[in-house]
């Protein structure tokens, strides 16, 4: 008989459903219903206010960002918070918990715990309730339930489940290092790295940044492919100036899992799902920029482990690109990763 598994994310940024998409192949597999709901579209009348302007609001107003940030980190604001928004919609998550009946619940958004915190006061408790952190270092109050409400914590790596278990004193042996969820098929361990390629994913980064960093590439022996993804203003004008460059190759779309095997250097934000992916196919990344107290947790992860590079400065970068040793980075891709990642998770239903 197949098993009801509810995966419960959100469309804030792309790593959450990335990760809820992942998993729900996975389990697809093994044989579970597998249902997959959306905070957005659940929580309409909020949710989809805020989403609409929240990227926005952290990239244009980073310090106001940073005071709502530590404010809502606070545990009796987090409290204030929950209960003033969510309780409309608590019936609505009790029915669809009746009608699903999952035998497992996995988060891989930290706002729907509130929902499952109450669903279990208000109910006896009929499944696994599980998270799976998809965030870095800074572990936000947002992601932590108290005592039984969660029976397994699921984390990227062991630095920040240690800092998860610092922050919050928690003694319950339930916290786990799976890696972000990445199917397997999708993990390449590359032997080396030609440094000589290299590619830049236009949507996100600052066009000063793109025009510079092509102006003094052009002078150099590197093959250079510009991706226009979700930026066609600046592709348009990019490739308009630099069309003669023999060594650019300019690419309107691209495939990103199916195209790490030929990505060697990669130049792009600094998105969880796309640096576990780098991580996951041996793929140095330079990051020129990065949203404060949003994508700022990520970098600092890639300064303690060195699994990438942050630098938005356009000489340094043209420095470490001539002469970084990037091999030397396998290593540490090496030891971070784990390509049975939604195993991992999988295999918890036994433990």
């Not at 278990?165 to 319950?172: A, G, L």
């Not at 540490?332 to 998770?345: A, D, G, L, P, V």
């Amino acid at each position: 008989m197949k098993k009801n598994l509810l995966i419960l994310s959100a469309s804030y940024w792309a790593w959450h459903n990335t990760a809820a998409q992942n998993i729900e192949k996975f389990y697809k597999e093994k044989w579970f219903n597998v249902k997959i709901i959306d905070l957005v579209d659940f929580v309409w009348f909020f949710w989809k206010q805020t989403q609409s302007f929240y990227q926005d609001f952290c990239t244009k107003y980073p310090n106001v960002w940073d005071v709502t940030y530590n404010i809502l980190d606070k545990n009796i604001i987090k409290k204030i918070f929950f209960s003033i928004e969510y309780p409309y919609y608590q019936k609505n998550f009790d029915d669809l918990i009746n009608k699903i009946n999952p035998n497992i619940i996995i988060s891989v958004f930290p706002f729907w715990w509130w929902f499952i915190k109450n669903n279990i006061d208000n109910f006896w408790k009929k499944y696994k309730s599980w998270i799976v952190i998809t965030d870095a270092v800074s572990l936000h109050n947002i992601w932590y339930l108290k005592w039984n409400y969660i029976d397994k914590y699921f984390f990227i790596d062991d630095l920040s489940k240690e800092i998860f278990q610092k922050k919050f004193h928690h003694k319950t042996n339930n916290l786990i290092t799976s890696f972000f969820p990445i199917e397997k098929k999708y993990f390449i361990n590359k032997e080396f790295i030609d440094d000589n390629k290299i590619y830049i994913l236009l949507s996100w980064i600052n066009y000063k940044y793109s025009n510079n960093l092509l102006k003094l590439l052009q002078s150099e022996n590197f093959e250079l492919n510009i991706i226009k993804w979700r930026n066609k203003e600046d592709y348009t004008k990019l490739k308009k100036d630099y069309k003669d460059i023999k060594n650019f190759n300019f690419i309107e779309s691209i495939d990103l899992k199916e195209n790490y095997k030929n990505i060697w250097i990669f130049i792009w934000k600094a998105w969880w799902a796309t640096l576990s992916e780098c991580i996951a196919t041996n793929t140095p990344m330079i990051i020129p920029d990065f949203i404060p107290w949003q994508e700022e947790w990520n970098i600092e992860l890639v300064k303690k482990l060195w699994l990438w590079i942050y630098e938005d400065n356009i000489e340094k970068t043209i420095f470490l690109l001539k002469y970084v040793n990037w091999n030397k980075m396998i290593w540490n891709f090496n030891s971070t990763k784990k390509e049975n990642s939604c195993e991992i998770i999988f295999n918890s239903l036994e433990n």
